[in-house]
């Protein structure tokens, strides 16, 4: 009878190991980078984007912010990316302290670097409205999440933890110009570009 018991705890176990190898039972997330964890969907404007690739942003060997990009279908390169329709969202989460002036100083100048002079131009009043929002916010703590959204319709929303950080900015080239900060020609991180992309070698 002990033998018929063993076996049997020995079956629910092993069924147990194995449900729990396939991922079957709780969600978890999809990715984690450098202890963040990122999840594998997110709901923007009513319908679920993937989580298209994460990595880590560093600068001069420190760990600045852990980046996710979500997209309506998974995409491999920046055009494509670039001209997906329907929401997108990115996610930023810091990993260090740093204040909002330098953080929309690097924002700013990673746009300057990936967008030519007449985009600029076009853009100019939008970029200057993104630059104070940072300003704005003072100083970002460690483990802050800020979310940019792009929704059709309405425009560019960001959050910081949650929180609304200004009006909806409604130009999608805007929207677009941003996201080369980090995918563009002269990304901010060429790794990360790479890991934004879902390259995974």
Known sequence: MSDRMSAKRFTLLCLA???MALGLGLPVAAAEVAGVKLDDTAAVAGKELKLNGA??????????????????????????VLASEGPRRFTVVTMRDISGEDFGEAFMAGINKNTDKAEKTRLASQMARFGEIFVAQGQLKKGDVLVSDWVPGTGMVMTLNGRPLSEPIPDVAFYNAVLKIWLGDKPADSSLKSALLGETG
């Open 17 to 19: 190991t194995g449900l």
């Open 55 to 80: 990595g880590l942003r560093t600068r001069f060997g420190f760990k600045v912010y852990v980046m996710g990009l979500y997209l309506p279908q998974k995409k491999a390169t920046t055009a494509d």
